[in-house]
Structures are given as C-alpha cells and as structure tokens.
C-alpha cells in the first residue's frame, strides 16, 4: 500500500504537494553540490596525501571565500609554519 501524494497518480489528486516535493529536491540537490564542493575545494582536505602532503601552502596568495564581492587580492597571506 502506497501512501497519499508518494505516487504520480496520488500528486495529480493533491497537487499541493507539487511544491513540497520541489522545494525538498532543490534542497537536497544545493546540500549535495555543498558538501561535494566542501570535499574538492577545502584546504584542508587533502586525497592524496602522499602526493601532496600540504595542500594549505596553495592557497598563500589565493583568497578562499565563497562569495567575494571584490577582486582585490587578500591583504594578509597565510603564515609562515
């Protein structure tokens, strides 16, 4: 037995829950694509450590934001360890 709104057939019966449905898959699709960019572009975050075992020193003179409303380059580099 399938649930009320789980079916093509139930959606056209209750077509309010289109944009239930709509709003959740936009949802899980913008965590994904999230979490996925998470894993490739964060620093500190590396696949292969033996090939590079200090993937933090690329990002020196880079400027690591999500949204950066300037195109200045950052004012204080990372630190020297």
């Given at each position: 037995m399938v649930?009320?709104?789980?079916s093509i057939e139930s959606l056209k019966k209750h077509k309010s829950l289109?944009?239930?449905?709509?709003?959740?898959g936009a949802g899980m699709v913008g965590a994904g694509f999230y979490l996925?960019?998470?894993?490739?572009?964060n620093p500190e975050v590396t696949w292969h450590p033996k090939k590079?075992?200090?993937p933090w020193e690329e990002y020196k003179q880079k400027t690591y934001k999500f949204y950066?409303?300037?195109?200045?380059?950052?004012?204080?580099?990372?630190?020297?360890?």
């Open positions: 649930m009320p709104g789980m289109i944009p239930l449905f709509v709003c959740l996925t960019r998470l894993a490739m572009k590079n075992q200090e950066s409303s300037s195109s200045e380059p950052p004012v204080s580099p990372a630190p020297k360890y």
